[in-house]
């Protein structure tokens, strides 16, 4: 049992350029999200997903798109990449349903991947 | 959408002293409230959680407190060890979505001993 999985860890773009962050979770977790973690910012949400086929905006979606084919797997694309998205990106994902309780559950982070922009 | 302010930034204790940090959130609607530690370099984790019909709710050196009616929680951590150092965050859910959750700016704890 992985959790989590992002790739790549470490990533350096050149502006304009355009990438795919990668996030695969085996918990079978419905929901699925990411978040950007800039110094004194905390962590911002910028796509979440509560199901295959399922996508929402969060607090910084500009600049990134996502989409949820399948469960497992949630993918964050840079169109077009500038300096302000030199960032830590984090997936996280969480079970949630009867269990839970109302309001979601516990977040299960990756490891994070660090992107510079030049 | 939902804003969650978190208080202070920094906080330096001596071992064994109590730290408390507190998160008020804008939204009244919202129904849950973890609290995660990231350790330097690391992945944040959730260390305790409440929901909204709860007012207390502790686990060993680690309590949250929650008003709902100031809408404000609190983290409190007694007898501190070195190894608490890191940052902690605090997240509400947003009501429009359910289970999205939004988070403080971070306190970074310090524990000298």
């Known amino acids: 049992n992985a959790g989590v999985t992002q790739t790549p860890k470490f990533q350096v773009l050149k502006t304009g350029q355009s990438m795919t962050l990668q996030c695969a979770q085996d918990?079978?977790?419905?929901?699925m999200s990411w978040y950007r973690q800039d110094p004194g910012m905390g962590l911002r949400l910028i796509h979440y997903?509560?199901?295959?086929?399922?996508?929402d905006q969060g607090e910084v979606p500009n600049g990134y798109n996502v989409s949820r084919s399948t469960t497992e797997d949630f993918p964050l694309r840079l169109l077009s990449a500038a300096p302000s998205q030199t960032s830590v990106y984090f997936c996280a994902s969480s079970y949630f349903g009867g269990r839970r309780g109302p309001g979601g559950g516990e977040l299960f982070f990756g490891e994070g991947s660090r992107l510079t922009v030049l | 959408g939902e804003n969650v302010e978190q208080h202070p930034s920094t906080l330096s204790v001596q071992e064994g002293d109590s730290a408390v940090i507190k998160c008020t959130y804008s939204?009244?609607?919202?129904?849950?409230f973890p609290w995660y530690k990231q350790e330097l370099g690391k992945r944040p984790q959730l260390i305790i959680d409440i929901r909204s019909n709860v007012g207390e709710k502790k686990d060993q050196r680690i309590a949250v407190t929650l008003n709902k009616t100031a809408k404000h929680f609190s983290l409190h951590i007694t007898e501190t060890q070195p190894e608490d150092s890191a940052v902690y965050f605090c997240a509400a859910s947003a009501s429009n979505s359910g289970y999205a959750l939004n988070f403080g700016k971070g306190t970074s704890l310090l524990v000298t001993p």
């Open positions: 918990m079978n977790h419905e929901y």
């Open positions: 997903s509560v199901g295959a086929g399922i996508t």
């Open positions: 939204d009244s609607a919202s129904n849950y």
